[in-house]
């Protein structure tokens, strides 16, 4: 007995999403219709982005190869059906961990890639410098989100009688700042950065209010019920992080094949197998690296300083540089 308990511990069961991916060789991955920095498709197609770079690695991890991600863009109201359905295996995303959602959906959260907050963003002529002096203003906002709610809870909470403006579409609600229609638009405050430096006809013109109304901690999720699958999704994030802490690179994991370290061993797939009971080989977490870099380098390729959507690292900095990101141990 107490063998067969050891032996069915031991041996890991793949579970049904991980199978259906295998199966068809295709990760399906949720994101945005175009936020840029987090999931926004070029001229060719080609999805680029945080969340999306959290897709790549998963299919790096899983499938051997970042490239076999079919990526379904799904605005804010389309994408808890969309999982649900199984049309995507996950939700990457900007999207909320909220009880609700947790609660009630269907649908479970694997991590935490970006500590965020809701914000306001304004029209530098009307010379409003914080959102308390929004009184009786018109805000635009898409509808689907804690944005939506949030916006409601801090009118009401302030007395200041906003008129929420309410938009199905990302592109219609932020167009409907530019042409005047709203005194403000709101959403998460790495969104509104993304709409200001890449989307605004003059940057310049606008400016992003100095309050943060909610805690909005954005990450990926899967279906509820396949726990495998949950926690392959879980560990590949926490892999991206915990390469950031032990100073593994895209460009130097390879170097690493020759560390008598047992944690850089254990990370990179020359030690104790680290595989087998998330139902995968040695080396899933050295080919998510491998594949998209470590947590710093994903976040500054697409929104930290250097990027067009200039971000800083603020509480997405390391738990040991000032930061949130705390990835548990792999071991
Ligand atoms: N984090 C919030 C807001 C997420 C959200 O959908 N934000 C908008 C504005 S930044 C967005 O990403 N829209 C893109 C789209 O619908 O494709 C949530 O989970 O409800």
């Known amino acids: 007995m107490a ?11 793949a579970g049904k999403t991980l199978d259906a991916i295998r199966q068809r060789g295709q990760l ?3 994101v ?7 999931s926004a498709a070029d001229a060719k197609g080609r999805w680029s982005g945080l969340d999306v770079d959290v897709c790549r690695a998963m299919a790096s991890a899983v499938l051997n190869d970042p490239e076999k991600v079919v990526f379904s863009p799904l605005n804010a109201q389309q994408r808890f059906a969309a999982l649900q359905s ?3 295996d996950i939700l990457s995303r900007n999207t909320s961990w909220t009880l609700t959602r947790d609660a009630s959906l269907g649908m479970s ?5 970006y500590f965020d907050g809701q914000g306001f963003l304004v029209p530098k002529k009307i010379k409003v410098t914080s959102a308390k002096q929004l009184k009786n203003a018109q805000v635009c906002v898409q509808s689907g989100t804690t944005s939506e709610k949030n916006l409601s809870d801090f009118s009401r909470a302030n007395k200041l009688a906003i008129k929420p403006v309410v938009f199905d579409s990302f592109e219609a609600a932020f167009k409907a700042l530019f042409a005047g229609r709203c005194q403000a638009y709101t959403a998460d405050a790495s969104g509104l950065a993304s709409v200001r430096n890449k989307e605004a006809p003059n940057p310049n013109d606008y400016v992003i209010l100095p309050e943060l109304i909610s805690k909005e901690p954005l990450g990926p999720a899967v279906r509820r019920g396949d726990d495998e699958w949950l926690a392959i999704v879980k560990w590949t994030v926490f892999a991206l992080q915990e390469a950031e802490e032990l100073g593994l690179t895209q460009a130097n994991i390879d170097a690493q094949k020759t560390s008598q370290d047992p944690t850089i061993q254990r990370f990179i797939g020359t030690g104790e197998d680290m595989g087998k009971l998330l139902g995968l080989d040695k080396q899933w977490a050295y080919r998510a690296v491998k594949a998209v870099g470590n947590y710093g380098e994903i976040f500054e390729r697409n929104v930290g300083a250097q990027s067009p959507v200039k971000l800083p690292r603020g509480l997405n900095r390391l738990w040991n540089q000032g930061g949130l990101i705390y990835a548990p141990p792999i071991r």
């Open 109 to 113: 959260f694997a991590a935490i890639t």
């Open 86 to 88: 199984g049309q995507v």
């Open 3 to 13: 063998l067969a308990i050891t032996l069915s511990s031991s041996n890991a069961f």
């Open 28 to 30: 399906q991955c949720g």
């Open 32 to 38: 945005s219709t175009g936020v840029a920095g987090f």
